[in-house]
Nanobody, 121 residues
Framework: QVQLVESGGGLVQPGGSLRLSCAAS????????MGWYRQAPGKERELVAD???????NYADSVKGRFTISRDNAKNTVYLQMNSLKPEDTSVYYC???????????????WGQGTPVTVSS
């Protein structure tokens, strides 16, 4: 079994910061892409940011310049530093990893349980 466990969500005031962490555990051969998605009530799930193993990252236009994604390959962990938070960032944030569990097997997507982030005064 593979588990993605998120931490760091919570309540923060507009303009504040949070740092999300997601650690993948279980037997894992290799991880291709790790990323963060979010889904607010009544909206579709959307990509916030993702990052490949070499460190190249992509960001949604709405978070560029405010959020930074990073990963520690040795720890199978991805982080999302969120600065200058806005009320519209309020959502449940989900960690994603595209990984192979065994050598030669196809890569699959795995998801965390989600961690809520609320930006409100």
């Amino acid at each position: 079994q593979v588990q993605l466990v998120e931490s760091g969500g919570g309540l923060v005031q507009p303009g504040g910061s949070l740092r999300l962490s997601c650690a993948a555990s279980g037997y894992i051969f290799s991880i291709n892409t790790m990323g963060w998605y979010r889904q607010a009530p009544g909206k579709e799930r959307e990509l916030v940011a993702d990052i490949i193993s070499s460190g190249t990252a992509n960001y949604a236009d709405s978070v560029k310049g405010r959020f930074t994604i990073s990963r520690d390959n040795a720890k199978n962990t991805v982080y999302l530093q969120m600065n200058s938070l806005k009320p519209e960032d309020t959502s449940v944030y989900y960690c994603n990893a595209n990984l192979r569990r065994w050598r030669g097997s196809p890569a699959r997507d795995y998801w965390g349980q989600g961690t809520p982030v609320t930006v409100s005064s």
